[in-house]
Structure formats: C-alpha cells, structure tokens
C-alpha cells in the first residue's frame, strides 16, 4: 500500500478565540489578518481515503504532528523534503512492521558509500546530526538508507529510501511510485 503525508493550511472563522489559539502565518509585514489551521495527513495514495490527520495552531510543526500520525504496517509512505530529519524517519520506520518511506534526496545530503548496488543505486550511511543525538541519545551516530539516482524527464533526480534491497525495488520502480505523492494534493482539493 502508497501512502502520502503532507501539511495543509486552512483558514478558520475570524473570532478572538481563534486567534489567540491557532494564530496565524506571518509576511514581512507581520501576521496575516485571520487565524490558520495547520493539518498534516495521512492519505492512500490510490483511493484518496484520508487515513489519519493531525490539527495545530501555526506554532505547531508539521514534522511534529507528522510524528503523531498512525501509520500502517506493510506500506511505503511518500514524503516531501520538508521531513528529513533521521529521528523522525527512524521512528517511522521502527513503529510497525515493514513501515518504509521513501522522498526526494536534498542536494546537500552528507553522506559516505556503504555499497554499490548498480549504476545510481547505492547503500548509504549518514551521520545524525549534533542537535539531534542531544535531544535523542539513544539514536545512533549513523543511519543507513539507499540512495538512488535516475533520469526523470530528462533530469536528474535523487531519492532516498530505507527500501533497501534493490533486486525488490527496483530505482526505476521507486521513482514512479514517487509521482504518486501528487495524489494528496488532489485529495486535499476533494477534502
């Protein structure tokens, strides 16, 4: 099963108790004049069934009500960039059985080859970063995850994936079922 997380923002009633509770997005020219709601969601990909959801005021994080969401074992949920953190995925991955997630590799993602699998497929192994080993000590130094790099359109584009056996999951494979994160946003316009 594809699954897809991703935040949204809604605008709520303008009443003073939404306001002091949800706050609202800030400009350059300071808050927006009406509270926000932000939601992070958990949706199947084929059918557009929200299977979880998360609400918070603006000073909620997406990350953080991410991490609150149920995932499902046996699946592989999409993220978009804004969710690299190894703790969370860490967790991710470790809640259920067989819970993989798979998202786009950032450019300037710190990392050393663990093994070649083939051409623009490869085992990683990152470090955790300072801040994280302080909040989370037990998490270790280092993680590993699969690294791989395909022709999309003519482009190059990385993902990143604790889908780790390459002959299972094929990169080609892995960045088609990618495209599929854009079937949230399709369920947020149903929603």
Not at 29 to 35: A, S, V
Not at 102 to 114: C, G, I, S, Y
Not at 116 to 127: E, N, S, V
Request: hydrophobic share 40%; aromatic share 6%; with cysteine.
């Amino acid at each position: 099963r594809v699954l897809a997380v991703d935040g949204v923002v809604w605008a709520a009633p303008d009443t003073p108790d939404n306001r002091t509770e949800l706050g609202s997005c800030s400009t350059q020219h300071g808050p927006l004049p009406w509270p926000q709601i932000r939601a992070t969601c958990l949706m199947d990909t084929h059918n557009h069934e929200l299977l979880d959801a998360k609400l918070g005021g603006m000073d909620s994080g997406e990350l953080s009500l991410a991490s609150q969401l149920q995932g499902e074992d046996h699946s592989l949920t999409l993220f978009d960039r804004a969710y690299f953190s190894a703790a969370f995925l860490l967790d991710w991955q470790a809640a259920g059985d067989q819970r993989h997630w798979l998202m786009r590799a950032k450019d300037n993602l710190r990392h050393e080859l663990v093994e070649q699998l083939g051409p623009g497929d490869a085992l990683i192994r990152m470090p955790l970063s300072q801040r994280a080993r302080q909040l989370r000590p037990e998490l270790p130094s280092h993680w590993q995850a699969r690294l791989i790099e395909v022709s999309v359109g003519g482009r190059l584009r990385r993902f990143i994936t604790s889908l780790q056996d390459a002959r299972a999951n094929p990169a080609r494979e892995l960045a088609e079922l990618y495209r599929q994160r854009w079937e949230i946003e399709l369920g947020f316009r149903e929603i």
